[in-house]
């Protein structure tokens, strides 16, 4: 992709993570009649589903399929009414993308695995020193810790607090925190190895989107 293209995208994909927040939270706290409201949950996974399609060496026909099954349940009757068990949904998507995303840190963290940021940091950087292969474990283990308790404060919020207040955390309070991890632990790398030679942010995570991962070739992944 090229370089002045990235902050359109960027910006692009802000709005777009933006609108969708704001979205959900009007119809999670004002739901309306019909269909709506029981689709809009499923956008995220179908694009995060449409995302690892289009990594694997099957992406069209994977696509293909997704398209077909979307097409077929649109013509389904909703048995679901806007109400209170409708809710069940929007928690289950907001738990299931960030127990996804702390189970891929948490799960590279067994034994003979490669921690997942060590691997993002080899994949900008080649060989690591030893001391860069501790710090990338243990953000790993800090990545994971915070999944958890983004999902801990969730259903703490979604069972005990108002419903209202489980959507601002949910749609406006989720995201941002991602970001100010990031933030934050860079900040404390630059501390930490002060000599080491850093990668930003966006060129660790575009090199490890376009690494083939263990066992995978490039033309799995599309980029042969």
């Not at 499923?42 to 293909?64: F, H, Q, T």
């Not at 960030?98 to 080899?122: I, K, T, Y």
């Not at 632990?185 to 995570?205: K, M, N, W």
Request: glycine content about 8%.
């Amino acid at each position: 992709m090229p370089r002045e293209r990235l902050p359109v995208y960027g910006i692009a994909a802000a709005v777009a993570l933006a609108g969708y927040a704001v979205l959900n939270h009007y119809v999670t706290t004002y739901p309306p009649d019909g269909s709506f409201a029981v689709w809009l949950p499923l956008a995220p996974v179908a694009v995060a589903a449409a995302a690892v399609a289009w990594r694997s060496r099957w992406r069209y026909p994977l696509l293909g399929l997704g398209a077909a099954l979307l097409a077929s349940a649109s013509f389904w009757p909703c048995r679901w009414a806007p109400g209170d068990e409708l809710l069940y949904a929007y928690l289950a998507e907001h738990v299931g993308i960030n127990a996804l995303l702390g189970w891929g840190f948490g799960r590279s963290l067994r034994a003979g695995c490669e921690p997942l940021c060590a691997r993002m940091a080899r994949s900008v950087h080649g060989t690591l020193p030893p001391e860069v292969e501790v710090y990338a474990r243990s953000v790993t283990v800090a990545w994971t810790v915070f999944f958890g308790a983004i999902i801990a404060i969730s259903l703490l919020l979604f069972f005990f607090a108002s419903i209202d207040a489980w959507s601002i955390f949910a749609n406006f309070v989720n995201l941002p925190a991602v970001v100010a991890m990031f933030v934050i632990e860079y900040r404390i790398r630059l501390r930490a190895l002060p000599d080491f030679q850093h990668a930003s942010i966006l060129t660790g995570v575009r090199s490890f989107m376009a690494t083939p991962r263990p066992g995978e070739t490039a033309a799995e992944t599309g980029q042969g």
